[in-house]
């Protein structure tokens, strides 16, 4: 749900929570001694949940041209039983400038590892690689959480090319 706070004003003054929400929107902190990033729903740079409302800040375009998100084919998963949380290994190939890569990713609630392979994904290629247990990823599979709490992927509705951004 989001509000156009500017024609709730009344509403927005007489609640101590959006009070919380008017200080962070003006200096970027809840309170003097944690940055909004610490508060943030979801731990999320830019998003702040004030009664189960949240709110998010708006970016630019050059904020958006940072992210690199490109389409890969996966082409090798297998189980990764030394993770935390249930999760697959994937080899995806994002074509020959950005080349295979590999990453974590907890989706196990709605696909098997023969579900994956041969299948086109969306994932962001320009995160460091980060270390997971004895794995290092390189890009960040994207996905929707569903209501049971599981990760549905984001995918291209037609085939595109390995390595086509996303614009």
Known sequence: MFINLTQSRQW????PDVQALSTFLSTGSVDNDRPATESSAHGTIGLFKVTGVTFMQTIDWDHFQAIAL???TITHAEPFPEARRPAYKLTVDFGPDLGIRRSSAQITDHYSTD???GRQILAVVNFPPKQIGPMRSECLVTGFYSEDGGVVLA???KPVQNGARLG
């Open 12 to 15: 927005w003054e007489l609640r």
């Open 70 to 72: 490109h389409a890969g």
């Open 155 to 157: 995918v291209p509705d």
């Open 115 to 117: 579900d994956l392979v």
